[in-house]
């Protein structure tokens, strides 16, 4: 196995207006002398997180809202991306409360991901039972978009996983057999 070692230089741009992006071009050297080059996204170091809210009588707690990169209407799991220093866990209920109004109740961590092998956002994943509405706090463009808030149920938030009708699968599969025993 080629052992990877970084070196200069890394060249990082910001693109996109609203939603910016970074891409972050990394090189490494490998023992052999040769140079490979990587195309990544996201600030390196940037973090985010999301949870899978579920209510008292077992609903999930979703997001139905445009997606440019998919090109149509998904559900997203509430999330979002975490302020400088932000507990993940805290960062994961603002987006909760921000995004969907609801209130959670029990917290439980599921795991990380980064999303692909070219990513560099790490995201953390909770979750969140007993969740109880409160007021929601969408920003002007989510809500000039036409995010909505919409309930489904464990077998609907699965199959959406399985049919890439969501973001944010990876979450579902850290929940799976958490989701299978609450939902029997």
Not at 25 to 48: A, C, M, P, V, W
Not at 171 to 178: E, G, Q, S, T, V
Request: aromatic content about 8%; hydrophobic content about 30%.
């Amino acid at each position: 196995m080629k052992q990877f070692t970084r070196i200069d230089p890394t060249t990082r741009q910001d693109v996109g207006v609203r939603y910016k992006r970074t891409v972050v071009i990394k090189n490494y050297q490998t023992e052999d002398g040769l140079t490979h080059q990587f195309t990544t996204f996201g600030s390196e170091g940037s973090r985010g997180g999301a949870v899978i809210a579920l209510t008292p009588d077992l609903q999930v707690v979703t997001v139905h809202q445009f997606r440019a990169g998919p090109e149509r209407w998904v559900y997203d799991l509430p999330g979002g991306g975490l302020r400088s220093g932000e507990d993940p866990e805290a960062g994961a209920l603002r987006e909760l409360a921000e995004e969907t109004g609801y209130v959670p109740g029990r917290v439980e961590f599921l795991g990380t991901s980064h999303g692909d092998a070219y990513t560099n956002f790490q995201r953390y994943y909770y979750l969140v039972t007993d969740c109880v509405p409160g007021e929601t706090k969408l920003d002007r463009e989510e809500s000039e978009q036409g995010a909505e808030v919409r309930l489904i149920s464990i077998t609907d938030l699965i199959a959406n996983a399985k049919q890439d009708n969501m973001t944010d699968p990876v979450a579902i599969l850290l929940a799976y057999d958490r989701l299978k025993s609450l939902e029997s």
